[in-house]
């Protein structure tokens, strides 16, 4: 079936330095890739998201790149903040089909 | 502007009692989930509904079942509580048509004891 793998499973970056959160996906047909943050006790919430059409997609010191041949997909944070201390979901998903999250990645910016 | 709604927040059972969560969405999304979450892991897919009067097994189904009564509400049912599904659940709705992100609600912890 359907499985998206994600890593690594915990992160730890200066204040400042740059993160990066790779996933993996499974099923070829997979046409859309969106990330989440998760704060403490709180709801997932979509922070970017990429389609397969598109190769990288950037908003402001968020950027999401995709490699479709590879089935591998990337999240890169620069400038990290204390704030973005949180755990971040990929996630893959094809029209209306299951929507599989990866097991997520905890990120500690150390001030 | 409500989003996903979902009832109870915080639920405690006893090993073998039945319950039921409810979820509801005012943004006219067709496709609506239910996920867990367990300390340490991710979202594991328990039901979605692709469309009103739809439903199929996710990664995680056995112990639950669905009701998808409209295109609004999504409830999630244990029939016979146990620890194992001591858990953070989530409901999730998204638009069918195009590429959408999901909406969460905010969660029911459920502790089975």
């Known amino acids: 079936g359907e499985n998206v793998e994600q890593h690594p499973s915990t992160l730890s970056v200066q204040e400042g330095d740059s993160a990066v959160i790779k996933c993996t996906y499974s099923d070829s047909a997979s046409n859309y890739f969106p990330w989440y943050k998760q704060e403490l006790g709180k709801r997932p919430q979509l922070i970017i998201d990429?389609?397969?059409?598109?190769g990288e997609k950037k908003d402001q010191r968020i950027a999401v790149t995709l490699n479709k041949t590879a089935k591998h997909f990337s999240l890169h944070i620069t400038e990290t903040q204390p704030e973005d201390s949180a755990v971040y979901f990929c996630?893959?998903?094809?029209?209306?089909?299951?929507?599989?999250f990866g097991t997520g990645t905890r990120l500690k910016v150390l001030a | 502007n409500a989003g996903v709604t979902q009832t109870p927040k915080f639920q405690v059972l006893k090993t073998g009692q039945s319950m039921t969560l409810q979820c509801a969405q005012d943004m006219n999304h067709n496709s609506m989930y239910w996920y867990r979450q367990d300390p340490g892991m991710g979202l594991r897919l328990i039901y979605y509904s692709a469309s009103e009067g739809t439903t199929d097994k996710g990664e995680v189904p056995n112990g639950y079942n669905v009701s998808r009564l409209n295109k609004r509400e999504f409830s999630l049912r244990l029939e016979s509580a146990a620890p194992s599904q001591t858990s953070v659940y989530f409901c999730a709705s998204r638009q069918a048509q195009g590429r959408t992100e999901a909406f969460f609600g905010q969660g029911t912890r459920l502790t089975v004891v």
């Open positions: 996630a893959a998903s094809r029209g209306t089909y299951k929507y599989i």
């Open positions: 990429i389609r397969s059409n598109v």
